[in-house]
């Protein structure tokens, strides 16, 4: 019962959305995809594997369903992961290589100036 309720609360929240709202979440969607490209490559991927191994599973031969499935989550999380590796490297190398980099340009020009 408390969880019905919880369930109708949540569908009343989201129906009061105004359009404001959902624009201002589909604008934060697009920006934190501005900044981690690798979030929405990653959410690509895994669709992109579940559909191919669903289409796949017609020809999948003497493989029982159960196995079929479980190679299908091991492959699409597996490239879910590759990708948030990959966003840690990327955001590190700009934190840590990059803007020490700039700076040291920046106080460069500021002492070639003087």
Do not use: W
């Amino acid at each position: 019962m408390a969880f019905h309720l919880m369930l109708v609360c949540c569908f009343c929240l989201l129906a009061k959305m105004t359009a404001v709202e959902y624009e201002d979440n589909e604008s934060k969607f697009i920006r934190k995809a501005k900044e981690n490209p690798f979030v929405p490559a990653g959410m690509l991927g895994f669709f992109a594997i579940v559909a191919y191994r669903l289409m796949k599973m017609k020809n999948r031969g003497d493989t029982k369903m159960s196995v079929h499935l479980i190679h299908m989550r091991v492959a699409a999380q597996g490239f879910v992961v590759g990708a948030m590796t990959l966003g840690v490297v990327y955001s590190m190398y700009k934190e840590y290589i990059l803007k020490p980099a700039e700076a040291q340009k920046a106080l460069e020009q500021k002492a070639l100036e003087k």
